[in-house]
């Protein structure tokens, strides 16, 4: 037992390691899921079932849209509960089981544990998404089927039975295959990470997770006034209220546009420029809270 | 021990909250540009629609409290309770303008279902008053469309459809011509719109102009999505129009043998139909056999 | 270099706006490299504040602590420390065998070089047998043996070990003992924090006593318990006669302070009834 045995136990230095990171995100990601966070599942079967039956109508067109608003709103909603709920459970239940000192003793920084706690629910959230946009994707394609052959048994009467078929054919078709519900999917797991940095970075000074949920819940619902309050407040007053505006604005994320759920549904398009953007956005602020985050939580005191 | 990072979180804050701010006003200028924006929400909104429904919509559930709202207006019109539906129909469409569907079933709900039914309400015994019921829905259902497009400016269906309310419902065939062809002016409208402007003219007594119509078609391309148009009908109305308007011989389209108002008409033999021959059944949507050019 | 030195080690805890707690007040100690350190005091006296000023938990108010010359600030003074804290609670849903490779890893501990090392310190907690069930099933005993394990896992050249003993059986009270031993023999430092004062005078070198923040006493534990004025000596297979004369002799001599059979402790008895131990 003379012989060192961890590679590193004689250096100098300790580098941030990437490794360690993954060790606490894989830990993290294995607690969330022991506390059955995996039962969202069932939910979400269940009102992708409910949709598609309860929503059956006179047009085609408008039954598909109420199936894929209702998919698509629970993916946006369940996500984004994950996302607070889950992580903001994940500090303050380390200090409470004192799990934190085992692992905040050992050679690790602060900022790869808080990081590994993010890494982890981002990668766990970003699974869950996928998950639900393969289930959503199988259920859209099913209706897709049943829809068309409905469309080409009979058809509306009119002079030009053949081409409305045909146009009500490919109204489906452009609706069940859009390719923006990808990205409009793609952008909601962005907002699911803001959420998630934004929720550690609270939790960092919030007393209990009850707390901390009920800032993320409350910074939530205000994201989306923020849009509306950008516009009517940028355009008056002086300097001073502007910097005091922004300094507000700063702490609650617009996620208005990556939302849009129920743009692209009604046929709009994403263009690559918005979407990579929106992206990016989501990235820098997602990071410039963590940075925030990291530096309460350096200085908290266990 | 706070004291020790309070003036870094705020160094970070001050630097990055205009970057913030600034970035999210690009953002929403390519929103814009995308044509993305939702409807907004104003207090018009909010006087049409129930508190919850008005906090479902600010909450982000603005689609699906539209299906339902929708759903409802359906419910109505089985109920055929119209008074109860129209204001319905009206709060879908100010809650997600861009939804075409709602406009076309909406306007196809006011002008050809509900004056139909009003115009034979047993209950309203004096028939005037009927009729004058019946024309209310049709102007309803044309304004409807009317603001749909001015909502939708870059639809084909809107303009395609406006026309064809005019033409069966108010027989207004020139001005249903105009309208179908500013829908036929979008490349991506199909090939039964453009007929509709021939068809539209023929029925408002404007042969000349319908009749120069099929020969513009008839002379232009006939790849791509044309290669499914009716040439045979159109040949058949361009040759009826022509012998209407007696259109003399050295300026029809086809050659003068195979017009019967003319002395050297040939007629061509007829070909007796062949009993093993079953023509096989077409699914709706195939494409058509192409006609030989003649 | 000392393994651990603390040069006015203060700390200062806010309460409410204005009054301000001294848990530590100018603390200076050294401990040695390869000693057993014995931290003791009542409740509130700073043991805690200590262990987590030197595992940088905590920053220091004023002065500094360093752990073999490194500030204890850094993360790097960490790569040659292990803790087991009081009342250690792990992932309750892995098991023995897990817990010592998500810590190993943790420390960058990896590969064969970690299976290997994570068999090792089962057997020598003596939790083989045990390495597949999780951690909810484990007794008091079994968590504390764990939590050793893990402490070892990164084989680090300091040890601190706060309450060891705590709700352990006697047997494992005595297997935690022969460890802390075994340890030392090893050139390990450790410091132990602990309220069993029996078990602190069998395995410590030297103690030092805390009491609201400041140190009342260090040194060496044989030093500070002998009674420098007295002399023991223990005989067997003397008759009566002999027990008086030689009685009588101390008494010319200086002062019969007692003459009695020498006891045997609690502890060996017990363990002549129970028999056996777990860490070998």
Same mark, same amino acid.
């Given at each position: 037992?003379?012989?060192?045995?961890?590679?590193?136990?004689?250096?100098?230095?300790?580098?941030?390691?990437?490794?360690?990171?993954?060790?606490?995100?894989?830990?993290?990601?294995?607690?969330?899921?022991?506390?059955?966070?995996?039962?969202?599942?069932?939910?979400?079967?269940?009102?992708?079932?409910?949709?598609?039956?309860?929503?059956?109508?006179?047009?085609?067109?408008?039954?598909?849209?109420?199936?894929?608003?209702?998919?698509?709103?629970?993916?946006?909603?369940?996500?984004?509960?994950?996302?607070?709920?889950?992580?903001?459970?994940?500090?303050?239940?380390?200090?409470?089981?004192?799990?934190?000192?085992?692992?905040?003793?050992?050679?690790?920084?602060?900022?790869?544990?808080?990081?590994?706690?993010?890494?982890?629910?981002?990668?766990?959230?970003?699974?869950?998404?996928?998950?639900?946009?393969?289930?959503?994707?199988?259920?859209?394609?099913?209706?897709?089927?049943?829809?068309?052959?409905?469309?080409?048994?009979?058809?509306?009467?009119?002079?030009?039975?053949?081409?409305?078929?045909?146009?009500?054919?490919?109204?489906?078709?452009?609706?069940?295959?859009?390719?923006?519900?990808?990205?409009?999917?793609?952008?909601?797991?962005?907002?699911?990470?803001?959420?998630?940095?934004?929720?550690?970075?609270?939790?960092?000074?919030?007393?209990?997770?009850?707390?901390?949920?009920?800032?993320?819940?409350?910074?939530?619902?205000?994201?989306?006034?923020?849009?509306?309050?950008?516009?009517?407040?940028?355009?008056?007053?002086?300097?001073?209220?502007?910097?005091?505006?922004?300094?507000?604005?700063?702490?609650?994320?617009?996620?208005?546009?990556?939302?849009?759920?129920?743009?692209?549904?009604?046929?709009?398009?994403?263009?690559?420029?918005?979407?990579?953007?929106?992206?990016?956005?989501?990235?820098?602020?997602?990071?410039?809270?963590?940075?925030?985050?990291?530096?309460?939580?350096?200085?908290?005191?266990? | 021990?706070?004291?020790?990072?309070?003036?870094?979180?705020?160094?970070?804050?001050?630097?990055?909250?205009?970057?913030?701010?600034?970035?999210?006003?690009?953002?929403?200028?390519?929103?814009?540009?995308?044509?993305?924006?939702?409807?907004?929400?104003?207090?018009?909104?909010?006087?049409?629609?129930?508190?919850?429904?008005?906090?479902?919509?600010?909450?982000?559930?603005?689609?699906?409290?539209?299906?339902?709202?929708?759903?409802?207006?359906?419910?109505?019109?089985?109920?055929?309770?119209?008074?109860?539906?129209?204001?319905?129909?009206?709060?879908?469409?100010?809650?997600?303008?861009?939804?075409?569907?709602?406009?076309?079933?909406?306007?196809?709900?006011?002008?050809?279902?509900?004056?139909?039914?009003?115009?034979?309400?047993?209950?309203?015994?004096?028939?005037?008053?009927?009729?004058?019921?019946?024309?209310?829905?049709?102007?309803?259902?044309?304004?409807?469309?009317?603001?749909?497009?001015?909502?939708?400016?870059?639809?084909?269906?809107?303009?395609?459809?406006?026309?064809?309310?005019?033409?069966?419902?108010?027989?207004?065939?020139?001005?249903?011509?105009?309208?179908?062809?500013?829908?036929?002016?979008?490349?991506?409208?199909?090939?039964?719109?453009?007929?509709?402007?021939?068809?539209?003219?023929?029925?408002?007594?404007?042969?000349?102009?319908?009749?120069?119509?099929?020969?513009?078609?008839?002379?232009?391309?006939?790849?791509?999505?044309?290669?499914?148009?009716?040439?045979?009908?159109?040949?058949?109305?361009?040759?009826?129009?022509?012998?209407?308007?007696?259109?003399?011989?050295?300026?029809?389209?086809?050659?003068?043998?195979?017009?019967?108002?003319?002395?050297?008409?040939?007629?061509?033999?007829?070909?007796?139909?062949?009993?093993?021959?079953?023509?096989?059944?077409?699914?709706?949507?195939?494409?058509?056999?192409?006609?030989?050019?003649? | 270099?000392?393994?651990?030195?603390?040069?006015?080690?203060?700390?200062?805890?806010?309460?409410?706006?204005?009054?301000?707690?001294?848990?530590?007040?100018?603390?200076?100690?050294?401990?040695?490299?390869?000693?057993?350190?014995?931290?003791?005091?009542?409740?509130?006296?700073?043991?805690?504040?200590?262990?987590?000023?030197?595992?940088?938990?905590?920053?220091?108010?004023?002065?500094?602590?360093?752990?073999?010359?490194?500030?204890?600030?850094?993360?790097?003074?960490?790569?040659?420390?292990?803790?087991?804290?009081?009342?250690?609670?792990?992932?309750?849903?892995?098991?023995?065998?897990?817990?010592?490779?998500?810590?190993?890893?943790?420390? =960058?501990?990896?590969?064969?070089? &970690? *299976?290997?090392?994570?068999? #090792? /310190? %089962?057997?020598?907690?003596?939790?083989? $047998?045990?390495?597949?069930?999780?951690?909810?099933?484990?007794?008091?005993?079994?968590?504390?043996?764990?939590?050793?394990?893990?402490?070892?896992?990164?084989?680090?050249?300091?040890?601190?070990?706060?309450?060891?003993?705590?709700?352990?059986?006697?047997?494992?009270?005595?297997?935690?003992?022969?460890?802390?031993?075994?340890?030392?023999?090893?050139?390990?430092?450790?410091?132990?924090?602990?309220?069993?004062?029996?078990?602190?005078?069998?395995?410590?070198?030297?103690?030092?006593?805390? =009491?609201?923040?400041?140190?009342? &006493? *260090?040194?060496?534990?044989? #030093? /500070? %318990?002998?009674?420098?004025?007295?002399? $023991?000596?223990?005989?067997?297979?003397?008759?009566?006669?002999?027990?008086?004369?030689?009685?009588?002799?101390?008494?010319?001599?200086?002062?019969?302070?007692?003459?009695?059979?020498?006891?045997?402790?609690?502890?060996?008895?017990?363990?002549?009834?129970?028999?056996?131990?777990?860490?070998?």
């Amino acid at each position: 037992m003379s012989t060192p045995v961890a590679d590193i136990a004689d250096q100098e230095t300790l580098s941030f390691s990437l490794a360690r990171v993954w060790v606490i995100a894989t830990n993290t990601m294995t607690e969330v899921i022991r506390q059955k966070v995996l039962y969202v599942f069932v939910i979400f079967t269940l009102v992708l079932i409910g949709a598609s039956s309860f929503f059956t109508q006179f047009s085609f067109t408008t039954e598909l849209k109420s199936i894929i608003d209702t998919c698509l709103g629970a993916i946006k909603y369940l996500t984004a509960l994950i996302a607070i709920v889950g992580t903001a459970m994940l500090l303050p239940s380390e200090i409470e089981n004192r799990t934190i000192y085992t692992i905040l003793t050992k050679p690790v920084y602060r900022i790869e544990f808080l990081l590994g706690k993010v890494v982890g629910m981002s990668v766990l959230l970003l699974i869950v998404t996928a998950a639900m946009s393969l289930l959503f994707g199988a259920v859209l394609f099913v209706k897709e089927k049943t829809l068309i052959a409905s469309a080409l048994q009979g058809s509306v009467g009119g002079a030009h039975v053949s081409d409305q078929v045909q146009q009500a054919v490919a109204a489906i078709h452009a609706q069940a295959r859009n390719p923006d519900l990808l990205k409009a999917i793609a952008l909601l797991f962005a907002q699911s990470v803001i959420l998630v940095s934004m929720t550690i970075m609270v939790s960092t000074f919030a007393t209990s997770s009850l707390f901390s949920i009920i800032i993320m819940l409350l910074v939530y619902f205000c994201a989306p006034l923020s849009a509306v309050a950008h516009e009517v407040w940028s355009a008056q007053g002086s300097p001073l209220s502007h910097a005091g505006l922004m300094f507000i604005n700063f702490f609650i994320p617009d996620l208005s546009s990556m939302t849009l759920v129920d743009d692209v549904v009604v046929g709009k398009t994403v263009s690559m420029a918005f979407f990579w953007s929106t992206c990016g956005y989501a990235a820098f602020y997602s990071l410039v809270v963590f940075a925030l985050g990291t530096l309460i939580f350096q200085e908290k005191e266990l | 021990m706070w004291s020790r990072y309070w003036w870094k979180a705020l160094l970070i804050i001050l630097v990055f909250s205009p970057v913030k701010f600034y970035w999210e006003g690009d953002i929403r200028q390519l929103t814009r540009a995308s044509g993305l924006f939702s409807a907004g929400f104003n207090m018009d909104m909010r006087g049409k629609i129930t508190q919850d429904a008005a906090v479902a919509v600010l909450g982000g559930f603005r689609g699906i409290v539209t299906d339902f709202m929708w759903l409802d207006a359906h419910n109505d019109w089985e109920k055929r309770q119209w008074f109860r539906m129209k204001p319905k129909l009206d709060t879908v469409v100010l809650l997600q303008p861009h939804f075409l569907d709602y406009w076309d079933i909406g306007a196809w709900h006011m002008a050809w279902n509900i004056s139909y039914d009003v115009s034979v309400n047993t209950a309203e015994p004096r028939e005037a008053f009927r009729l004058k019921e019946q024309r209310h829905w049709i102007d309803e259902g044309e304004k409807f469309l009317r603001e749909a497009i001015a909502n939708n400016p870059d639809s084909w269906l809107l303009y395609f459809k406006l026309g064809w309310l005019l033409d069966q419902k108010k027989q207004d065939f020139k001005q249903a011509a105009v309208y179908f062809r500013k829908a036929a002016e979008f490349p991506e409208a199909p090939t039964y719109v453009r007929r509709q402007i021939g068809h539209a003219l023929t029925k408002g007594g404007m042969k000349k102009e319908a009749l120069e119509h099929w020969k513009k078609i008839w002379n232009g391309p006939r790849t791509g999505e044309n290669q499914y148009e009716l040439w045979d009908r159109i040949e058949a109305w361009i040759r009826e129009l022509e012998m209407q308007l007696k259109v003399p011989f050295s300026e029809r389209t086809f050659p003068e043998n195979t017009y019967p108002d003319s002395s050297k008409y040939i007629q061509p033999p007829k070909t007796p139909p062949n009993p093993t021959h079953t023509t096989p059944a077409q699914p709706a949507f195939a494409p058509r056999p192409k006609t030989p050019k003649k | 270099m000392y393994a651990v030195e603390t040069k006015d080690l203060t700390k200062h805890f806010r309460v409410g706006l204005k009054r301000k707690v001294i848990a530590l007040d100018h603390l200076n100690l050294q401990v040695r490299e390869g000693e057993v350190y014995g931290l003791l005091g009542p409740n509130g006296s700073g043991k805690s504040t200590t262990l987590k000023l030197v595992l940088g938990l905590h920053q220091p108010t004023e002065g500094e602590a360093t752990v073999f010359g490194r500030s204890s600030e850094t993360v790097v003074s960490r790569l040659h420390v292990g803790l087991l804290p009081e009342n250690p609670y792990f992932y309750r849903y892995l098991n023995g065998e897990e817990t010592l490779r998500f810590y190993g890893r943790l420390c =960058r501990v990896t590969g064969p070089k &970690l *299976e290997e090392k994570i068999n #090792e /310190l %089962l057997e020598l907690v003596g939790l083989s $047998q045990s390495r597949h069930r999780r951690l909810a099933g484990y007794s008091k005993g079994m968590l504390q043996r764990i939590g050793l394990a893990q402490a070892m896992i990164h084989d680090p050249k300091l040890l601190l070990l706060d309450e060891p003993t705590a709700g352990v059986d006697p047997e494992g009270s005595i297997d935690i003992r022969n460890l802390i031993i075994k340890l030392k023999k090893m050139g390990k430092t450790v410091i132990l924090c602990s309220h069993l004062l029996s078990q602190v005078q069998d395995v410590c070198d030297r103690i030092s006593i805390l =009491r609201y923040g400041k140190m009342v &006493l *260090e040194g060496n534990v044989k #030093e /500070l %318990l002998s009674k420098k004025d007295q002399y $023991q000596f223990v005989g067997s297979g003397l008759t009566e006669q002999d027990k008086k004369a030689i009685e009588a002799l101390i008494a010319s001599r200086g002062k019969l302070v007692s003459a009695s059979h020498p006891t045997s402790t609690l502890e060996d008895l017990y363990m002549e009834s129970v028999g056996g131990t777990k860490i070998i």
